[in-house]
């Protein structure tokens, strides 16, 4: 069963760095579109970035825009999403997300009806 596996996340201070990573399969790292979501306690979900499969376009918000980066290592099978100058609004439980087939290919994030599949997600913690 293909599954998305996290790691990475824990207790960073402000101002520091985290990576996160989401282990899939090739085909779907080099297929699916994928994305980086967040939540934290009270709060809707949050888009924090994504990656359209057709041409590997990009998307991030304002929130985190200049700060995170989302890449991918098809080979690893892996989709990073770099965090830095993290803030004590970051701290939230973050999930990868993946979306396959034709249309999905062609659509950012925001564009996706229903996602195939999500990771366990990991918790970050931005404290002093």
């Known amino acids: 069963q293909v599954q998305l596996v996290q790691s990475g996340g824990g207790l960073v201070q402000p101002g520091g760095s985290l990576r996160l990573s989401c282990a899939a399969s090739?085909?779907?790292?080099?297929?699916?579109?994928m994305g980086w979501y967040r939540q934290a306690p009270g709060k809707e979900r949050e888009e924090v970035a994504c990656?359209?499969?057709?041409?590997?376009?990009?998307n991030y918000p304002a929130s985190v825009k200049g700060r995170f980066t989302m890449s991918r290592d098809v080979a690893k099978a892996t989709v990073y999403l770099e965090m830095n100058s993290l803030k004590s609004e970051d701290a939230a439980v973050y999930y990868c997300?993946?979306?396959?087939?034709?249309?999905?290919?062609?659509?950012?994030?925001?564009?996706?009806?229903?996602?195939?599949?999500w990771g366990q997600g990991t918790q970050v913690t931005v404290s002093s």
């Open positions: 997300a993946a979306a396959g087939g034709w249309s999905n290919s062609q659509r950012m994030c925001s564009e996706v009806v229903q996602w195939d599949l």
């Open positions: 090739e085909f779907i790292v080099r297929q699916y579109t």
């Open positions: 990656m359209r499969s057709s041409d590997g376009a990009m």
